[in-house]
């Protein structure tokens, strides 16, 4: 059972030199939003055991919260310095340089993460994301492979991996993938159209047009589904419709900048 805030300040009072117990009072602070006080707790942990790994660590992730990133990668830095094994530093160095758009990096502390301990699902996922990113497509796909084993109910696993697969020009295991994703997020109106998008590649133009009806009802106007319904009727030999429905999505996207290739691609289509 997890021990109150008045529980720790009281061991604190009593043994004030002990920095696992500081260590415990920033942690609730840190969970309180308080960082300014979580840092005097972890910095004084330090004043008397500067190798104290986890308070280096902890301090790294209170200057991340802080959006003070160099801080906290430094303090990341300091821990694994400290303790060469640990893993969940190596983990956070890569998804902050994976969200920052610094794939190389992030690929080199998220495969050291995962030598350290491959049994780390969320650690495969971001290894494959940055892999992904860097068009590293088979060694993306393992490590989702990988994921997915450790943690079969995580949707976004499903999902990447049907991305990288349709990328590859594996329909199949796209197709697999998704419809594994709606069985987990049936709500998810992207992957449903992803979804329809790999039926329609594997010329299940029936199947696909079902499901894509399954979106429209509850975005009708989602422009990548009438896209994807255009496409499938026109593959029926509904031509006259899918016309319509291309028509449809240019004038719902035009001048917006987040749809320029999809409206880049009707235009080419049409032979506008």
Known sequence: ???????????????????????????????????????????????????????????????????????AVHYWHEAIKVKPDFDHAYFNLGYHHYQKGFMREAISALKEASRINPEAADTHHYLGLSYHNTNQLENAVVEFIAAIKLDPDDPDYHYNLANTSYD???????????????????????????YCDALLQLGRYDEGLREIEKVLEVEPEYPPALCTKGELLEKLGQGDKSVVLFNQVLELIKGNESWELLYKYLRQKLGI
Not at 22 to 35: D, I, P, S, T, V
Not at 41 to 67: R, S, V
């Open 1 to 71: 059972m997890e021990k109150t805030l008045e529980q720790v300040m009281e061991q604190v009072k009593a043994d004030p030199k002990n920095p696992e117990l500081l260590k415990e009072l920033g942690n609730h602070y840190f969970k309180a939003e308080k960082y300014e006080e979580a840092i005097k707790q972890y910095q004084t942990a330090l004043d008397i055991d500067p190798n104290f790994y986890k308070a280096l660590y902890n301090l790294g992730n209170t200057y991340y919260k802080m959006e003070q990133f160099e801080k």
């Open 168 to 194: 590859m020009g594996n329909y199949q295991r796209a197709a697999d993938e998704w419809a594994a994703t709606l069985e987990i997020r049936p709500n998810d109106n992207k992957a449903r159209n992803n």
